[in-house]
């Protein structure tokens, strides 16, 4: 008998029927105050050596956007047996109808649109973290839920230093932050690494690897256990409604930005695109060259930077200050506030068919990102300075 479970950590299913192997009709549940259907993640189990079709019955959900692929396009879940080594399944969309046949090879199969990076997760890298003299781990509140939403902190505070900001996952099935920062600080770290070495010389880094710790927890598409969506709350941000929003931009201010990469993932994109916070009203040209040199040393570096990417379906003509890059770009004028969106198809420039887009990717992205930094961070220009 096959079973199809949700009730695993990130998971998000409802079963509408599982008694014909060739016929398993699943739908996705869609977060409170929205109609965004996204995210989903079971386990079949039961099913080794079947031929299995997973019908997700009320797939779309997506409103057309100029510039954007259909997310169900072109595309199939990632399947794992073990939640470490993932692949990729074919599909397909019929526009409401997502669908794909695998006959699996043990008796548990996971499947996820991208990798699930779950709590336990997150409290792992934290602790693998803790014996780094560079390392250190401030809690700066909770969410509504009550986690914790934490703060690492790499290298050596000082007033000399840039203070560059890392955040990720505000929407919690964007999963690929959290492997995009576990690649970033396995380099970091690395004392025999000239690229980390200088750049801790000269930086500081702010890095909160989860900023919806409740949304991950509950396998949420987009918003916390409130139905809020945090990357429209930068502007006006509450205790009430979006807690992990308030501490956040309260350490900002605290301490300062000089760099600011907000990190997210989008299933509409076959590429790795990064835009600055171009049109906030204390834009300046002085902020167009940082992210020049930023963009060339990124692209130099990684065949996966999206170099020349333009602005899906054009660029706004009013930024929105209610999201966190246009937010801290305002906020800080002379700092360089960035947008990163991963995809979780596979990508157009360097494709890998077998896995797609892949956690192992997003980490050696992550990697090369700091020769992106590195190419700017003597062009910017300190709290200290301003």
């Known amino acids: 008998m096959i079973h199809i479970d949700a009730s695993i950590p990130s998971g998000r299913i409802t079963v509408l029927s599982a008694d014909n192997p060739a016929d398993i009709r699943l739908e996705i549940p869609t977060d409170a105050n929205s109609f965004y259907r996204g995210w989903y993640y079971f386990r079949s189990s039961g099913v080794r050596g079947q031929k299995c079709t997973y019908r997700l019955m009320n797939a779309g959900g997506f409103p057309d956007r100029p510039g954007f692929e259909n997310p169900w396009m072109d595309t199939g879940p990632l399947a794992s047996y073990d939640g470490i080594r993932w692949f990729r399944v074919p599909a397909t969309f019929d526009g409401k109808v997502y669908s794909f046949e695998h006959q699996a090879e043990s008796d548990i199969c996971y499947y996820a649109p991208f990798a699930p990076y779950p709590a336990e997760r997150d409290q792992k890298l934290i ?36 203070a560059c900001w890392v955040i990720a ?42 900023m919806n710790p409740d949304g991950s927890a509950n396998g949420f598409f987009r918003t916390n256990t409130l139905g809020v969506d945090l990357n429209r709350e930068w502007g006006a941000p509450s205790l009430d409604r979006s807690p992990e929003v308030c501490v956040v931009r309260g350490a900002m201010e605290q301490i300062g930005v000089d760099f600011c990469i907000d990190c997210h993932a989008d299933p509409g994109l076959s590429c790795n695109f990064v835009w600055p916070s171009q049109n906030v009203p204390t834009w300046h040209a002085g902020r167009a060259s940082q992210f020049d040199h930023f963009e060339r040393a990124w692209a130099a570096a990684s065949p996966e930077y999206g170099y020349g990417e333009p602005y899906p379906g054009g660029v706004p003509e009013n930024a929105d200050l209610s999201m966190a890059w246009n937010w801290v ?43 992106g930094l590195h190419g700017v961070v003597d062009h910017l220009r300190s709290q200290a300075e301003a």
């Open 329 to 371: 770009g305002n906020r800080f004028p002379d700092s360089l506030s960035v947008l990163l969106e991963q995809p979780y198809k596979d990508t157009r420039r360097a494709p890998v068919p077998e896995t797609g887009w892949s956690p192992q990717r997003a980490a050696r992205f992550g990697a090369t990102f700091l020769n």
């Open 169 to 210: 996952r505000q929407h919690p099935s964007e999963t690929q932050g959290g492997f995009f920062i576990e690649g970033m600080l396995e380099r970091l770290l690395d004392s025999n690494d000239p690229v980390a070495r200088t750049l801790l010389e000269k930086a500081t880094f702010h890095i909160v690897p989860n």
């Open 127 to 162: 602790a693998s973290l803790q014996g780094s003299p560079l390392v250190r781990v401030r809690t700066l509140g909770h969410s509504a839920q009550g986690r914790p939403i934490d703060l690492l902190t790499v290298g050596v505070e000082s007033s000399e230093k840039k």
